[in-house]
């Protein structure tokens, strides 16, 4: 065959492939096309498998690919391999099918039906989970599934994967209800077509023998580690790509058919080996081939059969990946070399018809429990402890073996058989919990600090966690058969005819005989036993398997307690029974004669009593009561027994180690005896938590702990009570619990099992006091997590709780003193009892604390011993809601897990707990009902100091009592082997610490720090309460056996007296004594404190204790009578008048007392109140009452109120004696608010624009021009030279011209077009003419004048009505050279600016680049910043002194850079001129001066009434309708009248080329905040320049934030409603912008008449606006005659470098077609370019309203042609409306560039006229308001005025209507005296005026290209994106959405409300664009806001700074669900939502 490098092209795949089969022995003519192939196999089927392995590429030729790479690239390689492959698959799919295979495959597809999905999930792909569906918690569907599925009120939530497959249609992970419409079960799979069958098995086996072969020689290469040669490395890469190609084609055949799938699976199953390597491949291919291979065999999972012979296979597998963990000692090879395990166990091992099989036929748990104990032993140290540091290396590996076990192990059915079938793995399981017991102890530091942490330590409790949910299931197992089988259980109990044989063998089989007893009594006879009914036996049945399970639990803690440090030293110290004198004997003869005469049927009591807790003999017995003497053994043992009793006594026994029950249980079990917790007499132990080691792990005692708990709840349960129903059961059930723990913990003795087992949780609780006490802080961090953790509430039902619990039995069966003595040991306060008044540390007061309330929760905690399911959960709902409200996540978050999952929680929840729905930030939440306050328990087992002292604030709160004081601690029922905890309350230890309490409470002086504190006092009282709680229970308790505890001890003590008091000279005290003395004192101190006595007083408290007291004894009564009468006197049968006379007197100055409190208080309330007062004037002294209100303010006061800023104070010196001026803060801020308002919120559902983002469709200008920006400056010059020296020749010839400004506008365009600098002026001479200069400020007056006049005369002598409104489309000659006029002298003056600031012919170049490199967007409403809609002002109102302010900005400078913190870091950006008010802290970046002190009056007159008077608008009492009439006449009169006037050569002849002043430097602040914001790029060579046209700027600025202040009173604080009234109109703007828009008005009418640039731009601009609106012309369509004007202002417009400035751009909008832009900015621009007089003039403005309202009408009317309205219901023909309609068909043009987003067909055509024109009807209010404001100060009533406007949002949030909407339009018109809309549509001046404005836009838009379009709205309110109501819909859509630049799927995908896109909060450098920052620049300018996908919560964005928002979206609760972690259905909040879009829409308009 001839090699690719011979001939002269490379060969094909295709010719490869057919030259192998010619070599092979084809003829090449029969395989020019595939169906040759088929018919050669057809004919010669035997060679089918050497047909196949020529068709695939050889060694020969992957190695000739490989030396090809080498000279190439690798990819290159990679691509040519993968390309023979898949050309040799298609030879093989075509062999397969006997045909084309894509026909094939569809055929199949399509015939077919769906049994199981198996749809495999990547990272980060979301699922859904449904408990009402799943089989068990790790099955899930994919998102298609779940659609087409019902899961209608189901519980259901969303979840993120990381692996696996789709569960719908597999009946062993879901249930067949949940399945979707397409996936009906594996059943459903129906078998491969036979003819299929036949033809692709022979080849898929020929195909998969070969990838096998290949398979096996890449591993076998692989294994000798080959790794480097030639040959391993081809053997390899012919591996990953073969395996590649068919995974690939497999994939798609799984993908077409199921029935494809099964054939695929079964037949990888039959070929031997193949699946054991696929299985192994891992280890030897590239990581994206076995990615692709575990997807493949994902899929292959949903095939049954192949799903049991690969678990097989993956269970050979998974020692083997274990054992190479194990041997790297890490988890890196386990995590990312084999992911087989974490893949696939979890689909192995929650089946649950697999998984036991896997058990008993595999030995599953043997092998993962063997993997588990290499891992421990690996890890080990030399005490067989886990070494956390090593360990912490393969923390995956284990638990990942230890979650496999668990998974195993929660199916019922293993854990059945391990723990009834199958014990030696429990056992196995035991063992292994010595490795974890004990495990990383600490040990105290007590020298230096450690510095260095443990990075495993949270690892060992997250390991300890699964450790524990292990011990629930194996618990759960051993207990399984009581509760389901009944009958199917063994009783360790035993009947007097039942020997050895017949026990052992019913043990075994499982089952219980019929003539056994069902239990035994201890310390009764044999007839008192048969005395208990059968009823009451059932409840007595303890499994075998618990027993079992006990007795080996036992066995292990005794192993590991005998090698403990101080147990093991005790055990020795204990003396031999041979070393007390007795005998030898043979034990084994005792143990079997016991056991004959016994035979389970007595077991003597134990000797509880506290005053015989020092044991000579031991008492072989369990009972949680008091017992007998130890005699009574002997009573029942019948005559066989008395010599053996004389023998060996039980006193004999125990001093020997043995005791009866032990003895039993080992003839009976054969188990060993237990040392450790077999001893009988208690253990001296040795051990200080503060020195030595201390682990808080021990899996064995929770383990015990569980066993325990669950064998109580099964004895004494809620059901169990409830279903006993004899009338003897109570006697019964007394007899049954004596016999409790004798039956299951069988060799063990009370006290030895007691005194071991109770050591460890006590050293963990007393290591948690001495970390509280800061005993551990030299420890660092890994004391305090350790105690934390155990203290948590995820741990402590694992830990603390089992701990406790452990303790109570402890304490149920030791001698109570010796318990309690054992406690005061293990905290370190044996001392304490010493009654010295001197503290022992400093430590000692927080643990005596913590040791009083462990006691107090061993006798009061009934969590697993008294309380029901219901009761412990209404506990945790009120201790957690006393603390403070709560959503209903952080409720079940805080329950222990089984509660958590108790089906009556929300039931239980309801009635403890009152929701309240989310508002605005906060969540639903949960409070604690007032009723619930009263069942607060203090002693919780998680209490928390600081919790609790909340909870006591807020129950005084609640309760007006304090809780100390009244939520005593109170005994209540407990289970009955449990009562003996009663002892330890009452013993005489417990006392003495009261006691001691007492003493120092009563005998510590004030100096000297006491040694109980008041809480250690009350703690004590507390536990001193508790006492006689129990006292009084037990007197009132007529049943003898249920003496709970010693109260004749306990009464006994409480009047022994102690001689220590003698030292102190308090004389012979005892504790009831001691409780007087004490009540006294703080009554003493009650009577001096009334705040403390109304707080907490202890009095109360004490003297119910002495009641309690003389209630309970006699003996107490007597000496109450001595020490306190008063106490007692109740008690008496009666009371004596003098008694009575001594309480009434009492009372009486208890009253006094109280009342001379209450005046104490009262006059320190006043002397703070005058405090206060004084320090308010002292500030507001400054602040005189000189300002007059409004109401009281004339119109002639009008300058004396902006004067009256100058008395404002600077906020940073506070120098009220400065004279300096003073300047506003203000912010000048980009904003779209008008673009995102006119374009409409996006939806969710719809794509964003390609073009969005980018930029934004906004009401915009023509191109006129049609000039492209990135055009070279040579072609506009060439385009310019004919303009040039046309200009400059008649500039020659106009007499009007001086020749000295025809030579500077000839050089300044030389200047500009270097290639017309060739040209020659005419002349160069000057001629001077002699010309009046004018005032500028007096000039205007005169032009207001003039115009006033001529209007004046035109109406008087009707020649102006005359003329109509047909004007000309050309004007007359003295009006063309007066407009040529201005326009020379703006020129010339603007080409004197250009000279004077340098900017001539040297910078040409460096412009031109600037211009062609960056090509300028069209501006908002054709001017304003390039980037943005306009700039917004905002004020805070505070003001400072500019030289304050430089200083403070200059330190603020210097902190940013050196990274010194400073307020409002994050905030502010200093590089842009941010700062923080110093008063309010609101943003701030510029200063606005507070005064000017050259503002002319005439910008601050009040506005007047000339010529024809009309009533003032918005006056109350309006004409009748006849008598309104359209002033549309007269306001095209004044237009074109002023711009005739300003013409005249009177005028502009005054108008000197020389400036007449600069910017004043108190302005250079904003100016160069603006002047940075209009032109960025060329600000810094600009700044100062005249150039910039500041006036204009501002009134920009001004006009546009009038704009965005209407908008932003339309919106609702928490609705989506709009807010029509004018009312709230008017409070909005007064509230937020009226004192400061006022002073900007004046500031710029100021500054527009000081220079006379400024002057000819405004007059300019009015000329230009007179010729678009009156004339209906652009300066591009004048006659040929009059074309001077035109070339120079298109020498202006072709110069890109002017088209940049303000004033070109002004006189290009100017020149526009007033249709094209908005009416209210067409308005606001004539304004500025009238005289400043004009402003203040009423009936002008008036006019000009009516004017641009037709303007509105217009344009409403072609939105409504546009949108297709009928106009043939309209009473009249002819009309304006009409008038349009029949134009408008033909003009294109207008259907395009006229938008309307929410246009109602519903409605009449006028009313919508009229709400299309609302808008402006309101914008012209808001000016109206602005220029009648007469705002004084910038707080004028600021905060009311705020308060009622929210107010009034709110109540309007209803109101969304047509008819209120028009309501408000109505009022509007009447305002502004408009006449009704029928007359606005008949009048003839409209509609001819209507006709010319739109030929003239038809005109410019047939001529001109417009890049945007114009938004016609009625007043909408601002919204964001339109969300949709279930955020699941949203993550669904956007979840896996690629960015559109780098392509790939964002990780934190953020969605942009403005426009729709998807965005990364994370910068990237491989797609910048797609960063939220860089699209907040372009979007909103420089505001983003964002939904973060995956997050839900809400990005803001500003320039670089962000923030976060709450998330909109809301669970069924009223909650957030951060990250989806709960995956609860969540839903779109309206109020949120609104409350965001309300913040967004302030930030435009206000910060």
């Known amino acids: 065959m001839e090699s690719p490098t011979d001939s002269s092209s490379p060969i094909t795949p295709r010719d490869r492939v057919v030259q192998r089969l010619a070599a092979f022995g084809i003829p090449v003519e029969s395989i020019q096309e595939y169906e040759g192939i088929v018919d050669f196999v057809n004919a010669n089927g035997l060679l089918l498998p050497e047909v196949v392995s020529a068709i695939l590429p050889t060694d020969e030729e992957v190695a000739e690919s490989i030396e090809d790479a080498r000279l190439k690239s690798k990819k290159w390689m990679t691509l040519t391999m993968k390309n023979q492959f898949r050309e040799s698959m298609v030879w093989l799919q075509w062999l397969m099918f006997l045909g084309e295979p894509v026909s094939a495959l569809k055929n199949l597809a399509n015939s077919s039906q769906h049994g199981v999905c198996g749809a495999v999930w990547g990272s980060n792909d979301i699922a859904y989970t449904c408990r009402t569906c799943q089989n068990d918690p790790t099955c899930a569907i994919c998102v298609p599934c779940f659609l087409n599925g019902n899961h209608k009120d189901h519980d259901y939530f969303l979840i993120y994967t990381g692996s696996g497959c789709c569960d719908c249609g597999d009946e062993t992970a879901w249930k067949r209800e949940g399945f979707c419409s397409k996936h009906k079960g594996a059943e459903q799979i129906q078998p491969l077509p036979e003819n299929f069958a036949n033809s692709v098995g022979p080849v898929l086996d020929a195909l998969f023998i070969c990838w096998r072969n290949k398979l096996f020689s890449a591993e076998g290469m692989f294994q000798e580690s080959m790794r480097t040669s030639d040959c391993g490395a081809e053997q390899r890469k012919v591996a990953n790509k073969l395996t590649y190609v068919v995974v690939e084609t497999l994939l798609e055949f799984c993908k077409c058919s199921e029935s494809l799938l099964s054939f695929v699976s079964r037949r990888i199953i039959s070929l031997d080996s193949l699946l ?250 044999a007839a008192k036993v048969t005395e208990v009914g059968s009823d009451s036996t059932s409840h007595l049945i303890i499994p075998s398997s618990v027993i079992w399970l006990i007795q080996e639990c036992l066995r292990a803690m005794e192993t590991w307690l005998e090698v403990d440090e101080g147990i093991g030293a005790a055990l020795q110290s204990i003396s031999s029974p041979n070393s ?294 209404k506990r945790e709902f009120i201790y957690k809601l006393a603390i403070g409200d709560a959503t209903h996540s952080q409720l079940v978050k805080s329950l222990p897990r089984d509660l958590s999952k108790f089906d009556k929680l929300q039931e239980i929840l309801d009635r403890v707990a009152a929701y309240s729905n989310p508002s605005g930030f906060n969540q639903g939440m949960y409070s604690l009902r007032r009723a619930y306050w009263k069942e607060l328990d203090l002693y919780h087992p998680r209490r928390n100091l600081r919790d609790l002292q909340v909870a006591e604030e807020k129950y005084l709160r609640f309760c007006g009592v304090p809780a100390m004081t009244t939520q005593l601690p109170k005994w209540t029922k407990i289970y009955p082997p449990l009562e003996g905890v009663a002892r330890i309350a009452t013993c005489r230890v417990t006392l003495q610490i009261v006691r001691a309490v007492l003493f120092y409470a009563v005998f510590t002086d004030k100096f000297t720090e006491s040694r109980a504190p008041d809480g250690i006092l009350m703690t004590a009282l507390h536990l001193l309460s508790l006492a ?326 035109n109406l008087l002598n009707s020649s102006f009505q005359n003329e109509d409104v047909s004007y000309a489309a050309e004007s007359s000659p003295e009006s063309r050279d007066a407009e040529s006029g201005i326009l020379g002298k703006y020129v010339a003056a603007l080409s004197s600016e250009t000279s004077e600031n340098s900017l001539g012919s040297q910078n040409t170049n460096v412009d031109s680049k600037l211009i062609e490199s960056s090509p300028q967007p069209l501006a908002y409403d054709g001017f304003g910043p390039s980037d943005c809609d306009g700039i917004y002002l905002s004020s805070c109102g505070h003001a400072v002194h500019q030289g304050c302010l430089d200083r403070y900005l200059s330190s603020l400078k210097e902190r940013y850079v050196r990274r010194t913190f400073f307020e409002g870091v994050h905030i502010v950006d200093p590089d842009q001129g941010e700062f923080l008010c110093p008063v309010c802290r609101r943003l701030a970046n510029s200063v606005l001066p507070a005064v000017n002190v050259t503002l002319q009056n005439a910008g601050s007159q009040p506005m007047i009434a000339t010529v024809d008077p009309v ?158 609106i009156c004339s209906g012309v652009s300066f591009d369509y004048h006659s040929v005659k009059h074309k001077q004007e035109d070339n120079l202002l298109r020498i202006l417009k072709n110069d890109e470098k002017e088209a940049l400035y303000p004033g070109t751009q002004f006189l290009n909008r100017a020149s526009d077609p007033i249709l094209a832009h908005d009416p209210f900015s067409s308005l606001m621009w004539v304004l500025f370019c009238l005289p400043c007089p004009f402003i203040s003039c009423e009936d002008s403005m008036l006019s000009l309203v009516h004017t641009f309202y037709v303007v509105s009408v217009v344009q409403a009317v072609i939105t409504c042609g546009i949108h297709g309205y009928n106009i043939n219901e309209l009473g009249s023909h002819h009309c304006l409306i009409t008038d349009i309609f029949g134009i408008l068909g033909g003009s294109d043009c207008a259907r395009w560039y006229f938008v309307s987003n929410d246009v109602d067909h519903s409605c009449d055509i006028k009313d919508i006229i009229r709400r299309l024109s609302f808008p402006y009807l309101r914008r012209c209010a808001l000016l109206w308001k602005l220029l009648k404001s007469s705002v004084s100060a910038p707080f004028c009533d600021r905060d009311n005025v705020r308060e009622t406007s929210h107010l009034t949002l709110d109540v309007m949030d209803t109101n969304e209507s047509t008819s209120v909407e028009l309501n408000e339009v109505h009022e509007l018109e009447k305002m502004f005296r408009i006449p009704p809309m029928d007359f606005v549509l008949k009048d003839e001046v409209s509609r001819s005026f209507s006709l010319k404005c739109f030929h003239h836009f038809h005109k410019v838009y047939e001529a001109c290209s417009f890049q945007n379009v114009f938004y016609c709205n009625p007043a909408v309110p601002f919204k964001l994106m339109s969300l949709p109501r279930v955020y699941q819909n949203l993550l669904q859509r956007y979840i896996k959405q690629c960015c559109p630049y780098c392509k790939n799927v964002l990780d934190e995908p953020a969605l942009c409300l403005f426009c729709g896109r998807l965005c990364s909060p994370s910068w990237k450098s491989c797609c910048r664009e797609s960063g939220c920052m860089a699209h907040a620049m372009d979007c909103g300018a420089g505001i983003g806001v964002f939904l973060l996908i995956r997050r839900t919560t809400i990005l803001l964005q500003r320039c670089a700074r962000q923030a976060s928002w709450p998330s909109p979206y809301l669970d069924a609760f009223g909650e957030e669900d951060i990250g989806m972690h709960r995956g609860k259905p969540l839903y779109l909040n309206e109020e949120r939502y609104a409350a965001l879009s309300y913040m967004v829409l302030r930030f435009f308009s206000q910060i």
């Open 1028 to 1353: 006689l709680d129990i006292c009084l229970q037990q007197n009132g308790s007529s049943d003898v056996e249920h003496q709970i505890g010693d109260s004749y001890s306990m009464l006994a003590f409480v009047n022994e007296e102690i001689s220590e008091s003698l030292d102190y000279a308090a004389g012979k005290q005892s504790l009831l004594s001691l409780l007087v003395a004490l009540m006294s004192m703080h009554r003493q101190e009650n009577q001096n404190n009334y705040l403390e006595s109304s707080n907490c007083s202890l009095s109360p408290l004490i003297e119910s204790l002495l009641k309690k007291f003389a209630e309970v004894d006699f003996h107490c009564m007597t000496k109450l009578q001595q020490l306190a009468p008063e106490v007692v006197s109740h008690l008496s049968k009666s009371i004596p008048n003098s008694d009575r006379r001594t309480s009434s007197s009492a009372s009486s100055n208890s009253e006094m007392r109280k009342e001379k409190a209450r005046e104490k208080q009262a006059a320190i309330l006043a002397k703070m109140k005058a405090e206060q007062s004084k320090f308010l004037a002292s500030i507001n002294s400054s602040s005189t009452d000189d300002s007059k209100s409004e109401a009281e303010m004339s119109n002639s006061d009008a300058e004396h109120k902006i004067e009256g800023a100058v008395q404002e104070i600077c906020s940073l010196c506070h120098d009220p004696t400065s004279k300096s001026p003073v300047s506003l803060l203000i912010l000048l801020q980009k904003s779209r608010l008008l673009s995102f308002a006119d374009g409409g919120a996006p939806s969710w559902d719809q794509g964003p624009d390609k073009e969005q983002g980018s930029s934004v469709l906004t009401n915009g200008v023509p191109n006129q021009s049609g000039f492209n920006a990135s055009s070279s400056i040579s072609g506009l010059a060439s385009q310019s030279v004919q303009l040039t020296e046309n200009s400059i020749v008649e500039s020659a010839n106009n007499e009007q011209e001086p020749r000295s400004e025809v030579n500077v506008i000839f050089e300044f365009v030389k200047s500009r077009f270097p290639s017309v600098r060739s040209i020659q002026a005419p002349f160069t001479s000057s001629d001077v003419r002699d010309v009046t200069v004018y005032n500028l400020e007096t000039l205007e007056e005169d032009m207001y004048k003039c115009i006033r006049k001529e209007m004046c005369d």
């Open 1511 to 1668: 009533p003032a608008l918005g006056s109350p009492s309006l004409p009748d309708k006849d008598t309104c009439s359209l002033l549309l006449q007269r306001g095209l009169s004044l237009l074109k009248t002023a711009a005739k006037v300003v013409g005249k050569p009177v005028f502009f002849d005054a108008l000197s080329l020389q400036r007449k002043r600069r910017t004043s430097q108190n302005l250079e602040p904003i100016s160069r905040v603006l002047s940075k914001m209009y032109i960025s790029r060329k600000q810094d060579r600009f700044s100062g320049s005249q150039r910039l046209s500041l006036p204009i700027i501002l009134w920009d600025t001004l006009k546009y934030s009038l704009m965005s202040t209407e908008i932003a009173a339309r919106s609702g604080k928490t609705s989506m409603a709009t807010n029509y009234t004018l009312t709230s109109l008017y409070k909005e703007f007064k509230s937020s912008s009226e004192f400061i828009f006022s002073l900007f008005q004046k500031v710029i009418q100021n500054l527009s008449s000081t220079n006379s640039l400024h002057a000819l731009q405004r007059f300019r601009g009015l000329q230009l606006f007179a010729e678009s």
């Open 276 to 525: 054991d390597i696929l299985v192994r491949a891992e280890r030897f291919l590239g990581d994206g081939v076995v990615k692709k291979l575990h997807v493949l065999l994902l899929k292959l999972l949903a095939e049954p059969f192949f799903k049991n012979e690969f678990s097989r296979v993956f269970l050979s597998y998974y020692p083997t990946v274990i054992n190479e963990a194990i041997k790297e000692g890490n988890d890196i090879i386990f995590k990312k070399k084999y992911p087989l395990i974490s893949t696939f166990s979890v689909q192995i091992f929650t089946v649950p018809t697999l998984t036991p099989r896997l058990v008993k036929e595999m030995n599953l748990l043997d092998m993962q429990l063997k993997c588990l104990g290499d891992i421990f032993v690996s890890c080990s140290r030399e005490d067989g402890c886990l070494q956390a540091a090593k360990w912490g290396r393969l923390y995956n590996t284990t638990d990942r073996v230890v979650g496999d076990i668990r998974f195993v192990m929660s199916h019922d059915a293993v854990s059945k058989y391990v723990t009834h079938e199958q014990q030696d793995i429990s056992r196995t399981w035991l063992k292994l919990l010595a490795f974890v017991q004990g495990m990383n102890p600490i040990k105290r530091e007590t020298g230096l600090h450690i510095e260095e942490e443990n990075d495993s330590m949270h690892l060992l409790f997250v390991l300890g966690h699964s450790i524990a949910n292990i011990h629930s299931l194996l618990v759960d197992g051993a207990f399984s058969v009581a509760r389901n089988e009944g009958p199917s259980v063994l009783s360790y109990t035993y009947k007097q005819d039942m020997d050895d044989g017949d026990s052992m063998r019913y043990a075994k089989v499982g089952r219980l005989s019929q003539e056994s007893s069902v239990f035994s009594v201890m310390g009764r006879s």
């Open 580 to 873: 007390r004198g007795f005998p030898d004997i043979n034990f084994l003869g005792i143990k079997k004669t016991l056991y004959q005469i016994r035979k389970g049927k007595y077991f003597g009591k134990l000797i509880g009593s506290s005053e015989t807790h020092s044991l000579p003999s031991c008492s072989p017995v369990y009972s949680g009561r008091q017992a007998s003497d130890d005699m009574d053994i002997t009573k029942n043992l019948g005559s066989d027994a008395k010599t053996f009793s004389a023998e060996i006594s039980p006193a004999t026994c125990g001093s020997m180690g043995l005791d009866v029950s032990t003895i039993e249980t080992e003839s009976s079990t054969g188990l060993a005896t237990l040392r450790v917790l077999g001893l009988c007499e208690w253990p001296d132990i040795i051990y200080d938590v503060s020195s030595q080691e201390i682990s808080v792990h021990l899996p064995l005692h929770r383990i015990l702990s569980l066993l325990l708990q669950n064998a109580l709840r099964m004895f004494y349960g809620e059901s169990v009570l409830t279903n006993m129903t004899d009338p003897c059961s109570g006697s019964s059930f007394s007899a049954i619990y004596a016999d409790f723990f004798g039956q299951i913990l069988r060799g063990c003795h009370p006290v030895g099992f007691s005194a071991s087992v109770m050591e460890h949780p006590l050293r963990i609780r007393v290591f948690c006091a001495q970390v509280i006490a800061g005993m551990w802080r030299k420890n660092g961090d890994a004391a305090l997590i350790s105690c934390e953790w155990y203290r948590s509430v995820r741990w402590s039902e694992q830990g603390l709780e089992l701990d406790l619990f452990l303790l109570q039995c402890c304490a149920a069966l030791a001698p109570p003193d010796l318990y309690v003595k054992r406690i005061l040991e293990r905290f370190g306060l044996l001392n304490y009892l010493s009654l010295g008044l001197e503290r022992s540390n400093e430590y000692e007061p927080v643990l005596v604390r913590e040791m009083l309330t462990l006691i107090i929760q061993i006798l009061q905690e009934r969590r697993f011993c008294g309380c029901g399911a219901a009761d412990s959960l």
